[in-house]
């Protein structure tokens, strides 16, 4: 389709107006189209990320006791209250994740669909969490070797929980 | 400065896999240090000990670090910082609003490392072309040099710790910037925005979020950073581009076959608009590029190339016109200063060929 106005161009800006019941149609062509002084093309955004985000966590419990119960709660590293986040939408520390904990992870699941991380693990934490990992499944087996009796292998593993713990102290002073 | 110097970037070289179509693809990756707050919360005392941290990580590894230049924010004059922006090594907010915002730069300009930007540490690599894989290992790399120094917010179900809670998990947002004139010229272009945005991918206009389309350039990008892995991330971007790419080729063959002398008389035109005009706009600069850029993939004009294309992108915004002149220049004076500099551009493209 070509431009009403210039003749030449392809027309890219297709307008429908429809004033007291009557319609009309307009095809303009970009350069035209802005030349045109009724149409705005600002399509700056209103309102920022950020704002939307915090709406989007205020919304959903608007006015009940335990909305501001939650409101109240505040990060201990960094200080920001739950209502400062909503309000903002940007955390303020590491931290922030752990203090809001129980709102984030609903809020992250609306965001991306998940709330758990699947892709790169920083290489000093690697080692950390596997080493926590294992050590947390050597208690369980304790605790099992102890209900079930079997006294010689819960030695054992006690021995290795008491190694692996002292490597974890050296490592922290370190 | 010397225009050489001054209009250089890697990804302007416009020598990468799909150049037809894809202008760069970009990898950026945010990262924060533990226990210390992020920018906008931190206090003066704390940013700056961000920055010192982060050249300190740089300068300790001085092989892999040896390419790099570090830029505080505050060293550098209004227009040095505007013109890293409009070359799009930096973000507008670590230009004007940072705190002890600073840029770790290295020479070829392909990696840039912002410190202080809505998080600690964002980590950034254009290239030229399809090149998004490539981008990722080298976004990476960089990436695990800076870990080895520092110590990174992490969190093992939430995964990298951000500011924005849009950003947490991955910290990665993956993007190409395209050139789709067929496709936005035949009127596609809002159906494929439509469709892409339903797979959870972002399309914004040249200089990021919340710009408009200019001179049919497009930006796609992730909105996804949880969940997913990186290479999950970059694969599924990738393998949308390859489909526009499909598509806005085949839009442009419909067009060769039914326009030809249509489409060839346009670049022709705009090309004889932008050597011979006295005043230009830099959106109707953008517009003739645009035409001049599709008339060239087509084959139906010759006297540029890519690069040269590039070039002539960079140089008409405001900041790089402004040094170039030497001096500040008003929106009337640079749309008279443009011109002279597209048509000095295209001389030096002349005798070098």
């Given at each position: 389709?070509?431009?009403?106005?210039?003749?030449?161009?392809?027309?890219?800006?297709?307008?429908?107006?429809?004033?007291?019941?009557?319609?009309?149609?307009?095809?303009?062509c970009?350069?035209?189209?802005?030349?045109?002084?009724?149409?705005?093309?600002?399509?700056?955004?209103?309102?920022?990320?950020?704002?939307?985000?915090?709406?989007?966590?205020?919304?959903?419990?608007?006015?009940?006791?335990?909305?501001?119960?939650?409101?109240?709660?505040?990060?201990?590293s960094?200080?920001?209250?739950?209502?400062?986040?909503?309000?903002?939408?940007?955390?303020?520390?590491?931290?922030?994740?752990?203090?809001?904990?129980?709102?984030?992870?609903?809020?992250?699941?609306?965001?991306?669909?998940?709330?758990?991380?699947?892709?790169?693990?920083p290489?000093?934490?690697?080692?950390?969490?596997?080493?926590?990992?294992?050590?947390?499944?050597?208690?369980?087996?304790?605790?099992?070797?102890?209900?079930?009796?079997?006294?010689?292998?819960?030695a054992?593993?006690?021995?290795?929980?008491?190694?692996?713990?002292?490597?974890?102290?050296?490592?922290?002073?370190? | 400065?010397?225009?050489?110097?001054?209009?250089?970037?890697?990804?302007?070289?416009?020598?990468?896999?799909?150049?037809?179509?894809?202008?760069?693809?970009?990898v950026?990756?945010?990262?924060?240090?533990?226990?210390?707050?992020?920018?906008?919360?931190?206090?003066?005392?704390?940013?700056?000990?961000?920055?010192?941290?982060?050249?300190?990580?740089?300068?300790?590894?001085?092989?892999?670090?040896?390419?790099?230049?570090?830029?505080?924010?505050?060293?550098?004059?209004?227009?040095?910082?505007?013109?890293?922006?409009?070359?799009?090594?930096?973000?507008?907010?670590?230009?004007?609003?940072?705190?002890?915002?600073?840029?770790?730069?290295?020479?070829?300009?392909?990696?840039?490392?912002?410190?202080?930007?809505?998080?600690?540490?964002?980590?950034?690599?254009?290239?030229?072309?399809?090149?998004?894989?490539?981008?990722?290992?080298?976004a990476?790399?960089?990436?695990?040099?800076?870990?080895?120094?520092?110590?990174?917010?992490?969190?093992?179900?939430?995964?990298?710790?951000?500011?924005?809670?849009?950003?947490?998990?991955?910290?990665?947002?993956?993007?190409?910037?395209?050139?789709?004139?067929?496709?936005?010229?035949?009127?596609?272009?809002?159906?494929?925005?439509?469709?892409?945005?339903?797979?959870?991918?972002?399309?914004?206009?040249?200089?990021?979020?919340?710009?408009?389309?200019?001179?049919?350039?497009?930006?796609?990008?992730?909105?996804?950073?949880?969940g997913?892995?990186?290479?999950?991330?970059?694969?599924?971007?990738?393998?949308?581009?390859?489909?526009?790419?499909?598509?806005?080729?085949?839009?442009?063959?419909?067009?060769?076959?039914?326009?030809?002398?249509?489409?060839?008389?346009?670049?022709?035109?705009?090309?004889?608009?932008?050597?011979?005009?006295?005043?230009?706009?830099?959106?109707?600069?953008?517009?003739?590029?645009?035409?001049?850029?599709?008339?060239?993939d087509?084959?139906?004009?010759?006297?540029?190339?890519?690069?040269?294309?590039?070039?002539?992108?960079?140089?008409?915004?405001?900041?790089?016109?402004?040094?170039?002149?030497?001096?500040?220049?008003?929106?009337?004076?640079?749309d008279?200063?443009?011109?002279?500099?597209?048509?000095?551009?295209?001389?030096q493209?002349?005798?070098?060929v």
């Amino acid at each position: 389709m070509i431009c009403q106005e210039c003749g030449q161009e392809t027309a890219t800006v297709h307008i429908t107006k429809i004033v007291n019941g009557r319609k009309s149609e307009l095809h303009l062509c970009r350069r035209c189209a802005q030349a045109h002084d009724e149409l705005d093309f600002s399509f700056e955004p209103q309102f920022s990320l950020h704002n939307l985000l915090g709406s989007l966590l205020g919304e959903s419990m608007r006015g009940s006791r335990e909305a501001l119960r939650r409101s109240k709660v505040q990060c201990p590293s960094c200080a920001l209250t739950f209502a400062q986040f909503s309000q903002i939408g940007r955390l303020g520390c590491s931290g922030c994740f752990q203090a809001f904990d129980e709102q984030l992870t609903p809020l992250l699941r609306r965001i991306h669909g998940s709330s758990r991380h699947t892709g790169k693990v920083p290489r000093r934490s690697q080692g950390a969490i596997r080493f926590a990992r294992e050590l947390e499944k050597l208690r369980e087996d304790l605790k099992l070797a102890v209900q079930k009796e079997e006294f010689e292998k819960a030695a054992e593993l006690r021995d290795r929980i008491k190694a692996m713990e002292k490597e974890m102290k050296e490592g922290e002073q370190r | 400065m010397k225009e050489k110097q001054l209009v250089f970037s890697k990804w302007i070289e416009g020598n990468g896999p799909e150049a037809e179509t894809v202008i760069s693809s970009r990898v950026r990756i945010a990262r924060n240090i533990r226990e210390i707050p992020f920018p906008y919360l931190a206090s003066d005392a704390q940013t700056r000990r961000v920055q010192e941290k982060v050249a300190k990580a740089a300068a300790s590894q001085k092989d892999a670090f040896r390419q790099f230049s570090f830029k505080p924010m505050e060293n550098l004059g209004a227009l040095e910082k505007e013109l890293l922006v409009e070359k799009h090594l930096i973000s507008p907010y670590l230009a004007r609003e940072s705190q002890h915002g600073a840029l770790l730069l290295r020479r070829d300009e392909a990696v840039s490392i912002m410190i202080n930007e809505e998080d600690h540490l964002r980590i950034q690599v254009i290239l030229p072309g399809l090149q998004l894989e490539e981008a990722l290992q080298e976004a990476e790399r960089y990436d695990d040099l800076m870990e080895a120094e520092l110590d990174y917010a992490f969190d093992e179900s939430y995964g990298y710790l951000t500011c924005c809670p849009t950003n947490v998990g991955t910290g990665l947002r993956a993007s190409v910037m395209l050139h789709l004139p067929a496709l936005i010229m035949t009127g596609q272009a809002n159906r494929l925005f439509g469709a892409l945005s339903q797979v959870g991918l972002a399309v914004r206009g040249l200089y990021g979020e919340g710009t408009e389309i200019i001179g049919n350039l497009v930006q796609i990008s992730n909105q996804i950073t949880l969940g997913q892995s990186e290479e999950e991330i970059v694969r599924n971007l990738l393998g949308v581009t390859r489909q526009v790419i499909e598509q806005e080729q085949a839009a442009r063959q419909a067009l060769l076959n039914e326009n030809r002398a249509r489409i060839a008389d346009r670049a022709w035109r705009s090309l004889g608009q932008l050597k011979y005009a006295q005043l230009m706009s830099s959106q109707e600069a953008m517009q003739l590029l645009s035409d001049v850029r599709l008339g060239y993939d087509l084959g139906l004009l010759k006297g540029v190339d890519r690069k040269l294309l590039n070039k002539m992108l960079v140089v008409i915004s405001p900041a790089c016109l402004q040094i170039l002149a030497g001096k500040e220049l008003g929106p009337e004076e640079r749309d008279m200063e443009r011109p002279e500099r597209l048509k000095k551009l295209m001389e030096q493209y002349k005798e070098s060929v």
